[in-house]
Structures are given as C-alpha cells and as structure tokens.
C-alpha cells in the first residue's frame, strides 16, 4: 500500500498496514527468529518487523537490550512514517551520518522532528536518550503537546523535554521507570524503542480507520462481448471484498455492432449481472440526440437499469423525455434506474458519497441537444463536497467522465483533484489513460486519489484505500486486472448469446468489395511524429470523404467539397473481403449526411482549427475530397493555412475565394459545430445546414462496392508544405 503523510502522524506506514492487515506485510510471524526477544516485547516487535520498519543485528538476535543509536533511531521513525530512500529531501549539513542511511536524517530534519547536536554533528552513533525519544516519537506521533508545560511528575525530567515526556504519558506510551523517575538521560533500548513504537500505533489506531474496496471501469464502448470477461473478474474481487463498491465512469454507448444494433441494451443485460453501485454519463451516450427519436435509447437504458445514476453537472430537466428520472438532489435512498445529483451508499457501516460529473465537450463532441451542462463543474463538485459534509458525509467519491488530463481550458480530473477540496478519489473515463498506478494529488489539506482504467473493457481497475477518522485517505493501493486472458462469464455468455447472434450476422455478411491491402487507422500513441488519422490524409479519409461528395451530388449537384473529422473515424479494415461489421466499426456513431452553404473565408476558418493543434491530434482533423488543402506547421495556430483550392473539370484546381459562397458536405455532428467547430455552428443556426438524413456508414459502404477492388492511396489531398521543405 503507497502511505501518505498527514500532520506528521505516525501513522503513514503502522496504521494503515494495520488495517489492511496481511496486505503489506513483508514477512509472517514464521518467519522471525529472534531468541532474545522477552514477551513484553515480542507483540511490538513482530508488529514493526512485519512492516519492515525493524531488523534484527543478526538473524537470531534482535539485540533488544541493546541501546539504540540515533542514526538507527531516525531510521525507524522515517521508515513508521512512510520515507523512502528514495524520496526528495533537503539535504542537511550532518557530515558524520553513513551515506546509506542520511536519507532517513535528512527526511526528519526537513520535516523538524530530529535536530543535530551541532550544526554539522548529529551525533549519529550517541545512544538516544529517553528524553530525546519522548520528542521525537511525540512530534513524528502528532500527539497534543501542551505548549506552556514546565514540569512533570518525574523529578529527572527537565523543562526542556517535560512537554514531549508528558504526551507519551497522556497517551499511555509510557509511565516511566518509577512513580517520579523517568531515567530521562538513560540510553533507551531497542525493545523499549519498539514497545514505544507499536504502543503510538496502538493509540492511533484507536483513533478507527475504514478501509473501502472499490471496483471501477470506464469508456466500455458496447464491447458487451469483452465484457462477459468482466463479469467473471467482478465476481472474483467481490468473492474477497464482499462489500466493495462497481462504479462506471460513463461510454457504454457507441464503439461496436453491439450499439448500432441495440443501442445500449446488449451492454445493459451485461452490466445488470455484475451489479453497479452507480454509473456517470460519458459524452457518447449522447450520440443519438439529433436522431429522429433523440435521447429515446438512453432514457430506456435508464429505465432499464439495476442501478441509480449521478450527474451534478447536466440538466436533463428540458428534456421531456426524462421527465421523472431526473432528480436534483442527493439522496441516502437512491432508487434503481434515477438519475441523482449524488447519492450515499453505506458500507461497513460507514457512509460513502459520490456524485457525477461530464464533461462539458459534450457539448461540442456529441448531440446533446436540449440536454446541457453547468459552466463551472468546479463549482458545481465543491457544492456536492460541502452537501455532503452536511449530511455528515467524509468519505467522497467523483465518478467523473471529463478525461484525466484532458483540455485544461474545460474540465480534467488533475484540475478537480487541486481544485476542489475534499474529493478522496476520482474515478474517471472519457481520455482512456490507463493509470498502471493509481495517482496521488496532494496540494489541498487532504490528499486525492485518480484512478482510470483505459477503455474498451480492457481491464477492471482496482482500488482499496484506507480513510482516518475524519474521512481523509491515509494510504492507497490499486492495479489494473487485464481481462483478456480471463475465462467468459457461463452466466453473461448465455444472457449476451441472442444478441450475438444478430450481430455475427451482420458483422460477417461481405460486401462486394475487397481491400487489396489493410486500411489502416493509425494514431501516434503520444509520439507527434507518427501519422494519425487525426492529423494526416489517410486512405480510410479519402474514401469515406469521396462517398459524401458523390452521395450529396445526387441531393445537390452544385457540392463541391465533402470533410470528415478524423476522430469519427473509428477503426482499420483488414486486407481481404470487406465485411458490413468492418464497415460500421470504421463509422460507428450512426452519424448522417449534411450539406452546408459557407464562405471561402468560413472555410478557410474552418481547415485552420483542422490543422491548428499540428503535429498533436485534434479529433476535428478534416479529410477531404473535392479540393486540396496546404498548410504550413512552422507558422503560428490561426495562421497556417496557405491555400485550399476546389477541383474542377479536368482535375484543375480553383483557389477558394473568400467571398464566394460554396455548398459542402459533412456529417451531421460537424455541421452543428462538433470539435469546437464554431463557424459551422454559426452556419447551422443561421439555416444554411440541410441534413440529408442519409447513413454515413452506408455511404461508406457504397463507395467502397463501386470502387470494387479497394487499394489504398495518399493522393495528396492534404499537404503541409513546410514538410517539403
């Protein structure tokens, strides 16, 4: 378990192993064979041995009436208080302290729980004093010290150190040799040391911790087929953490047959049986707004559900559609298949608050239509946080689907986590970072956890986290479970078997046309100097977009141009036949065919935010067919296009005239402005969009059957000219 220090405790390391018991235990009892060990101390002595903070001086000897060197001593304390060798520390000026142990001085005396005998000379191989270890462990401990305090009942205890003697004894560390002698200046032992130790452990343990378990996953995106792997990890997990939470970050919708079939009710029939304890909203499960029956699939996903949903920052209320459903409010009751603001779930007895957050891209990514979004989800977090605390709550989850890094100038969760004070964990989705690790943030008084499991049902992430009394997270541990090599749930196989079949239909019926060689989809994976459907010509772009063009001339012969956004673009096709399933994962989001009227100069607007974020992705990248678009990287965002000219007769090229008005084709989602697009936006409200409600993967479909024999080309549509130079 990673340990994290607050107000100095001793506690970062001892209390929160304690509490998850064998979780972090290095060794077992078995395993400690120290013959010098009396029974007064053996408990304390097993206890600090089994979390690493003591060794013997041999293998058999404990060495327990031996004294304990300071340098030894600060070793033990750093070690109780979750330092590591290899942690930052500021280095101090003790130059009589071994090089493989200054780590531990060097942590404590930047933190002022030790200091040197002089300003060079620790004093590192003196015996510690009994008085010195009542400073030391009552500072690392975090005990209450009376400030003002002379005296104590030990005649031996100067005024000095009487304040620190007089909180081990408060808190029962110590009585003291005799009524009134404390053997202030008397070497302490290392047993002595150790019973000290696991004494201050003991106290602060009574203080009550709750360790909570949960489970999470995000951005599962209609793979109900992976998800039967899912099932099976969940039963697993919640066979040893009974009482562990499932939460979803949101994107159940759009990615697979699965959707475009069932829009949502395979993955359901999947999700009912691993029993959800709460579910976000992702962008994509707003793809369907701008259908003729709109938000119809998600509002019977809702009512369908075994589980309640949260969302602090969307409005459903103008929707009439989810009339009922949408409750503005936190609730201790949530009922199944409800949206709430937040909700409280009891476990073990300790309450556990969560709410929701989305992204406010939506917006600009899907088709929300008369659903919305709050401007200021900080503001909207800080209020659940603050409810929460009024209902006596602590413990606070954010069940976010606003990315983990995503785009600062809008929402992610490391602004959330430095932002708002007093969420102890985000669980998030929406960028599909796969945290190995979970993340700790630490720039409020209370430290937060991030958890993210990547996307697309690839793993089952993790977590198991230990709170204090005052419902701040002590120590963490978490990891990603890969779901690949896990047997099928027997139960989830047979509930998804109806489904499959219709989709194994349709996923394997062929086309007419066969791919010669792979249409590939390729992404950078963070190296900028990869190619990316995102931000180069492709041969999936070029043929999709020469499908809209010949689709929009037969509603309008006077288009010129057809674009594709390039994050629409959602898979490769295999060499060989090409199947309709292929043809609908490349196109997945059921998007249709839109023809715009717009200026040269819009136009020209419009290619500089396609190529503005180059050479990073942008899922507004245009591909296109019909013109040529030059551009030059080396000049500045909002300054790089230099030409764009529209095919002609004979293949000539005619430069775009700023004031010229041309008729284009897009898809549905671009045309309203999608990708932060809003000159086409613009052009939308303005009445110069007309949606020729014709499928975009059909299109696609039938460019790819007149082409026949599919071979890929990069014709060079697409051009930054500063690459030529």
Do not use: C
Not at 25 to 40: C, G, H, I, L, N
Not at 249 to 267: I, P, R
Not at 380 to 385: G, I, N, P, R
Not at 440 to 453: A, R
């Amino acid at each position: 378990m990673v340990s994290i220090m607050k107000n100095k405790k001793f506690i970062a390391s001892a209390v929160a192993a304690a509490a998850v018991a064998t979780a972090v235990s290095p060794a077992s009892a078995a395993e400690m064979k120290f013959t010098d060990v009396p029974d007064r101390y053996t408990e304390a002595v097993q206890f600090l041995f089994d979390l690493g903070i003591v060794a013997g001086e041999s293998e058999t000897k404990f060495g327990t009436q031996n004294s304990v060197k300071r340098q030894d001593a600060a070793v033990m304390i750093a070690k109780a208080l979750g330092y590591t060798k290899d942690g930052d520390y500021a280095k101090s000026a003790f130059t009589d302290v071994p090089a493989d142990i200054k780590w531990a001085v060097d942590a404590l005396a930047e933190k002022g729980i030790v200091h040197g005998k002089t300003a060079t000379s620790f004093g590192a191989k003196d015996p510690l004093t009994r008085n010195e270890t009542a400073k030391i462990l009552a500072i690392a401990a975090g005990f209450e010290i009376d400030q003002d305090l002379k005296e104590t009942q030990f005649t031996d205890v100067n005024e000095r150190f009487a304040k620190y003697v007089d909180a081990l004894v408060k808190n029962k560390i110590t009585v003291g040799k005799t009524a009134t002698q404390f053997a202030a200046n008397q070497p302490v032992t290392r047993g002595e040391a150790a019973l000290f130790l696991h004494r201050s452990a003991e106290q602060l343990m009574g203080e009550k911790t709750f360790p909570l378990s949960i489970m999470h996953v995000n951005d599962t995106h209609a793979r109900a087929a992976e998800s039967t792997k899912m099932v099976t990890a969940v039963k697993d997990f919640r066979a040893e953490n009974p009482n562990s939470l499932l939460l979803h970050a949101g994107d159940v919708f759009s990615g697979t047959l699965y959707f475009n079939e069932f829009q949502g009710k395979a993955d359901l029939e999947i999700m009912k049986l691993m029993n959800f304890d709460a579910m976000t909203f992702g962008n994509h499960e707003f793809d369907l707004g701008s259908s003729e029956e709109g938000h119809k699939a998600l509002q019977e996903f809702i009512k369908a559900a075994n589980f309640p949903f949260v969302s602090a920052n969307v409005d459903f209320s103008k929707d009439p559609l989810f009339e009922g459903l949408f409750q503005t409010k936190i609730t201790e009751d949530a009922k199944d298949a409800n949206i709430y603001t937040g909700i409280v779930k009891e476990v073990n007895g300790e309450k556990v608050g969560i709410f929701g957050l989305t992204t406010k891209e939506t917006e600009d990514i899907a088709s929300p239509e008369l659903v919305s979004f709050n401007e200021d989800y900080l503001e909207d977090a800080q209020k659940m946080v603050d409810e929460f605390e009024k209902m006596g709550v602590n413990k606070v989850v954010a069940l976010t689907h606003i990315g983990y890094d995503d785009n600062p100038a809008i929402d992610n969760d490391l602004l959330l986590a430095k932002g708002v004070e007093g969420i102890d964990v985000i669980v998030g989705g929406h960028t599909h970072t796969a945290l190995a690790k979970p993340v700790i943030i630490e720039e409020n008084e209370e430290p937060t956890v991030i958890v993210q499991t990547g996307a697309n049902a690839e793993n089952l992430g993790t977590l198991d986290v230990v709170f204090d009394k005052e419902g701040a997270v002590l120590s963490f541990e978490g990891e990603l479970l890969p779901l690949k090599d896990l047997a099928a749930d027997a139960q989830a196989t047979a509930v998804l078997a109806p489904f499959k079949t219709e989709v194994d239909k349709i996923s394997n019926q062929e086309t007419s046309a066969t791919a010669t060689a792979a249409l590939e989809n390729p992404r950078t994976s963070d190296n900028p100097s990869a190619p990316s459907v995102r931000k180069n010509e492709t041969a999936l772009g070029n043929i999709i977009t020469d499908g809209m063009l010949a689709k929009a001339k037969e509603s309008n012969e006077n288009v010129v141009m057809a674009i594709q956004n390039g994050g629409g673009i959602r898979a490769a096709i295999d060499a060989g036949p090409i199947t309709v399933g292929e043809i609908i994962t490349v196109l997945p989001f059921t998007n249709t065919l839109a023809t715009m009227q717009i200026t040269g100069a819009e136009l020209k607007e419009a290619f500089e935010i396609s190529v503005g974020k180059y050479p990073l992705e942008n899922g507004g990248f245009l591909h296109v067919s019909g013109a040529k678009v030059e551009f030059d990287s080396s000049k500045p965002a909002g300054e790089r296009v230099v030409s764009i000219a529209i095919e002609g007769e004979n293949g000539a090229l005619n430069p775009v005239e700023d004031a010229t008005t041309y008729t284009i084709a897009t898809n549905a989602f671009t045309a309203k402005g999608g990708d932060d697009y809003d000159v086409f936006a613009k052009a939308y409200a303005e009445g110069r969009v007309t949606d020729l409600g014709l499928s975009d993967w059909e299109n696609f479909k039938e460019e790819l059957e007149r082409i026949g024999e599919v071979t890929p080309a990069i014709e060079g549509r697409i051009v930054d000219v500063n690459a030529e130079n």
